[in-house]
């Protein structure tokens, strides 16, 4: 995986294909299909008509401490208004630590059952650590506080370092 060498731990993108199987990809590929500059089918993993992101942060120890999941529809090759919406929604109306809005529970659901079992494979580390699930991630939390992607991750980096 010499690509993703200059990517150290930390934050790690993955798509899950059609057949529901992830995929490590560039986080730079997955940020210009976020922000339309590239079509979705750029990405190197066929997806049909849904787009199925999760994002591991990983801590200082390089063990996973959350992993997010963003589902998105996917229309004329770029990701659908209202489906980003929708994902939004599930991100900010959810009481306390419950998500039961059906927008949150959509989100949450139509993975993989084995997961845990993919993401620890891929990155090497037991599936067990896979504990903390949250919605969104680095791409719809930038949108929703309006700040650039890297600042977003720039603070998980900060957050990873304590």
């Given at each position: 995986m010499q690509e993703f060498q200059d990517n150290p731990l930390g934050l790690i993108h993955f798509v899950a294909d059609e057949a529901g199987t992830f995929h490590r990809v560039l986080p730079e590929s997955v940020?210009?299909?976020w922000a339309g500059e590239e079509p979705v089918s750029s990405l190197p993993v066929?997806?049909?008509?849904?787009l199925r992101l999760a994002f591991v942060l990983c801590d200082a120890d390089q063990q996973p401490a959350m992993t997010f999941f963003l589902r998105l529809q996917v229309c004329?090759?770029?990701?659908?208004?209202?489906?980003?919406?929708?994902?939004?929604?599930?991100?900010?109306?959810?009481?306390?630590?419950?998500?039961?809005s059906p927008d949150a529970r959509y989100q949450?659901?139509?993975?993989?059952?084995?997961?845990?079992?993919?993401?620890?494979?891929?990155?090497?580390?037991?599936?067990?650590?896979?504990?903390r699930l949250g919605i969104g991630g680095p791409l719809l939390m930038s949108e929703l506080w309006g700040v650039p992607v890297e600042q977003i991750v720039a603070y998980f980096e900060s957050a990873r370092r304590t």
């Amino acid at each position: 995986m010499q690509e993703f060498q200059d990517n150290p731990l930390g934050l790690i993108h993955f798509v899950a294909d059609e057949a529901g199987t992830f995929h490590r990809v560039l986080p730079e590929s997955v940020e210009a299909v976020w922000a339309g500059e590239e079509p979705v089918s750029s990405l190197p993993v066929p997806i049909g008509g849904e787009l199925r992101l999760a994002f591991v942060l990983c801590d200082a120890d390089q063990q996973p401490a959350m992993t997010f999941f963003l589902r998105l529809q996917v229309c004329d090759d770029a990701i659908d208004r209202d489906s980003r919406i929708a994902a939004l929604r599930a991100l900010t109306e959810h009481q306390g630590r419950r998500y039961d809005s059906p927008d949150a529970r959509y989100q949450l659901e139509g993975w993989p059952t084995d997961w845990r079992t993919q993401l620890a494979v891929a990155l090497d580390v037991p599936a067990r650590q896979f504990r903390r699930l949250g919605i969104g991630g680095p791409l719809l939390m930038s949108e929703l506080w309006g700040v650039p992607v890297e600042q977003i991750v720039a603070y998980f980096e900060s957050a990873r370092r304590t």
